[in-house]
């Protein structure tokens, strides 16, 4: 059974810092390109950004680029999104998700984790 458990959301002043990590269990987790997705309270689903299987190739949304980060440590089966200057409009649920093999979306999503970014 596919798995994917966030961790490490949480509250944070403007301008601070978290990291997310998601782990990932029941799939050979090399073998897949992963993402971030968020979803902003009373709004649709927004990509963040995805790392390819190795690590090699890195997407991230324009408006997120230069203040996040996304990583893996195959090694660990672990997905990680390191978000820094964090602003109020970053407040939202943010998802982990297996792309698919034709990289046309997500076939697996985790449960979410709630950041909230206010003073």
């Known amino acids: 059974e596919v798995q994917l458990v966030e961790s490490g959301g949480g509250l944070v002043q403007p301008g601070g810092s978290l990291r997310l990590s998601c782990a990932a269990s029941?799939?050979?987790?090399?073998?897949?390109?992963m993402s971030w997705v968020r979803q902003a309270p009373g709004k649709g689903l927004e990509w963040v950004s995805s790392?390819?299987?190795?690590?090699?190739?890195?997407y991230n949304a324009e408006s997120m680029k230069g203040r996040f980060t996304i990583s893996r440590d195959n090694a660990k089966n672990t997905l990680y999104l390191q978000m820094d200057s964090l602003k109020p409009e970053d407040t939202a649920v943010y998802y982990c998700?297996?792309?698919?093999?034709?990289?046309?979306?997500?076939?697996?999503w985790g449960q979410g984790a709630q950041v909230i970014v206010s003073s």
């Open positions: 998700a297996k792309d698919e093999v034709n990289g046309l979306g997500y076939d697996y």
């Open positions: 029941g799939f050979t987790f090399d073998d897949y390109a």
């Open positions: 790392i390819s299987w190795d690590g090699s190739d890195i």
